[in-house]
């Protein structure tokens, strides 16, 4: 029986190694569906799209509001803001919001980031009017109630304390200073003074500085009655005052060589971020730029994970990202590695972005990270909200509707040349920043090929 069993498997095995797993199919180009933007005659930009045969429908109503506006002493007052504005209307409590929206099936919420608010959510298509009231009311007319604020302060309070105990967050706060300084994309934290600051006056203020129609584009996403909507959008949304369009605070990130280490005495890894500012997707050369990282970290069968994870075992899970906001992006690549192995893994790290430099990939390797690449978007932008997500990058960014229904045909025409250019324009490991955090008293040494010293 032995002797049969072991016949079996061997058979089963050649059988396995004559097997070679399918060609990979022409990736399909992405087709948006038809849709319609206009403005109201207060500015705000409206686009409805119908999309896919669930009756369900998403709106999501997009501002031009968020950190960007914050002054040095208000980080977080954009999110806080956002947090606010679910507490209840001048004619809903908390409750009723949270309970209308249920009831329509879906449910909402209220977010900012680093230059847009977001208020919106997904509901049965039959309650798209009440869900378009409902989210108007939530951005025009807040009360910020004062029984609630204790409340959002200890949330976000254990938020940063959380946050400020991790290694990664640290790393990236001192990276994006180093980037942009004094600029509100350079301020990720606040103090525990800043929040136990904050006033329902303040959040108040902000709110009438900033929210208005001017700033606002509302997107009205899946199966739902198109009349009826755009009566519901005039009557929840054309009296709103016009009022300032955004100011751009203009930014100029710090492209010269940095280093920077943060002591975390006893920790028994260390986290290395090291990248610098890159094109931002106003540029032509986004989606190569967005390739290439693919192909050297952004992806799981990218070059340097296959080397620090794979090969060398130095960490688990390494990753390296394009990260854009209005008129600036950064490409860097994040590791959590064994203390003992900090300084080779940043070597190996620069020493995947120098070969890519020097050499070519090949087109069997490129075509992969394209399939990726393409798969990924199309992946996606095939939801509703992925939809609007994908519009409002582009309407953010100021890109025409090509940036999204060509991207699979750009994908597909990059050559190895172009990474390798690309590589070569962008990715100068000689101007970049390094960050790391960890046990000083481990990796000072295997940091004085960085630092020139010990630092």
């Given amino acids: ?43 705000m930009e409206v686009t409805l799209a119908q999309y896919g045969v669930i009756p369900k429908v998403a709106v999501s109503l997009v501002l031009d509001v968020g950190d960007i506006d914050q002054q040095p002493n208000e980080v977080w ?43 919106g959510g997904e509901v049965l298509s039959e309650n798209a009017a009440l869900m378009i009231a409902l989210v108007a009311d939530i951005a025009r007319n807040p009360k910020f109630p004062e029984g609630e604020l204790a409340r959002i302060k200890a949330t976000r309070l254990r938020t940063l304390s959380i946050q400020q105990s991790q290694p990664q967050p640290i790393a990236f706060e001192k990276f994006r200073s180093v980037l942009y300084g004094d600029h509100p994309y350079g301020q990720v934290f606040p103090t525990e003074a800043m929040i136990n600051g904050y006033t329902v006056e303040q959040f108040a203020t902000f709110h009438k500085a900033n929210f208005n129609a001017s700033r606002a584009h509302l997107y009205v996403v899946g199966r ?39 002591d975390r005495p006893k920790a028994v890894q260390s986290t290395v971020l090291i990248g610098l500012p890159v094109a931002d997707p106003s540029s032509a050369d986004y989606t190569r730029l967005s390739v290439t990282n693919n192909l050297l970290g952004g992806s ?31 490409w860097a690549e994040q590791a959590d590695v064994t203390t003992a192995v900090t300084g080779p893994s940043i070597s190996e790290i620069v020493k995947e972005v120098d070969r890519l430099r020097s050499e070519k990939p090949t087109e069997t390797e490129l075509q992969g990270i394209k399939n990726y690449s393409i798969g990924t978007f199309i992946l996606g932008m095939n939801s509703r909200q992925g939809l609007i997500n994908g519009l409002q990058f582009k309407d953010l960014h100021g890109l025409p509707d090509t940036y999204l229904s060509g991207m699979t045909t750009r994908i597909s025409a990059i050559t190895p040349a172009d990474v390798q250019k690309t590589a070569q324009t962008y990715l100068d490991p000689s101007r970049m920043t390094l960050v790391v955090v960890g046990d000083r008293s481990q990796i000072d040494e295997q940091l004085r090929p960085w630092t020139g010293a010990t630092p």
Avoid: C
């Fill in 77 to 119: 007052l954009p999110e806080m803001t956002a947090d606010m504005l679910l507490e209840g209307t001048t004619t809903r409590s908390n409750a009723d919001i949270a309970t209308q929206a249920a009831g329509m099936g879906g449910n909402v919420v209220a977010f900012a980031g680093s230059d847009q608010t977001t208020i």
């Fill in 1 to 43: 029986m032995l002797a049969l069993a072991a016949l079996a498997i061997t058979a089963t095995e050649a059988v396995a190694q004559k097997q070679a797993p399918p060609a990979p199919g022409t990736p399909a180009a992405l087709k948006l569906p038809a849709r319609r933007t206009y403005k109201l005659p207060n500015g």
């Fill in 300 to 330: 799981f069968g990218s070059r340097i994970t296959r080397n620090i994870r794979e090969d060398k075992g130095y960490t688990y899970a390494p990753f390296s990202q394009v990260s854009s906001r209005y008129h600036t992006a950064y």
């Fill in 224 to 262: 739902f009655n198109e009349a009826e909507v755009e009566k519901a959008i005039t009557a929840a949304f054309g009296s709103w005052a016009k009022g300032k369009p955004a100011a751009r605070k203009p930014v100029a990130p710090k492209t010269t060589k940095s280093v920077s280490v943060i």
